[in-house]
């Protein structure tokens, strides 16, 4: 059965690999905000300039990105701590965060339903 996996290039990767594997995800992460942003605010003057309607697609991926990157990463790290009896870990970090999640995807909802709306 390892035979199969190893012909599949399923395995566990090394240190090496991971290093590679963190980085890489690292800048296609890098690359999604930059691009985001760029069409973001690339939206935000169309609507500026040609009174256009609203796109919101790239600003709730943005926002999207960064909220779940955020998320894993304080989540990552209070597991990382639990058997620290000094370090209670992250949790007031993981509340905030989950009330501007929140707050996001209520303005993510109302603002939907107001562009949905025609006068």
């Not at 059965?1 to 995800?25: C, G, H, T, V, Y």
């Not at 999604?32 to 790239?58: D, F, G, K, M, T």
């Amino acid at each position: 059965m390892n035979r199969f996996w190893e012909k599949l290039r399923l395995r566990r990767p090394d240190e090496m690999e991971r290093a590679i594997l963190s980085q890489a995800q690292r800048n296609a992460y890098l690359f999604l905000v930059l691009a985001l942003s760029v069409w973001s605010i690339y939206e935000s003057c169309q609507v500026y300039l040609h009174h256009s309607r609203l796109n919101l697609l790239p600003c709730l991926l943005l926002v999207a990105a960064a909220l779940i990157q955020s998320f894993t990463q304080l989540i990552l790290m209070r597991s990382a701590v639990r058997d620290d009896p000094e370090e209670t870990g992250p949790l007031m970090r993981i509340v905030v965060l989950s009330c501007a999640a929140a707050g996001v995807i209520a303005a993510a909802a109302a603002a939907v339903v107001l562009l949905g709306v025609r006068t």
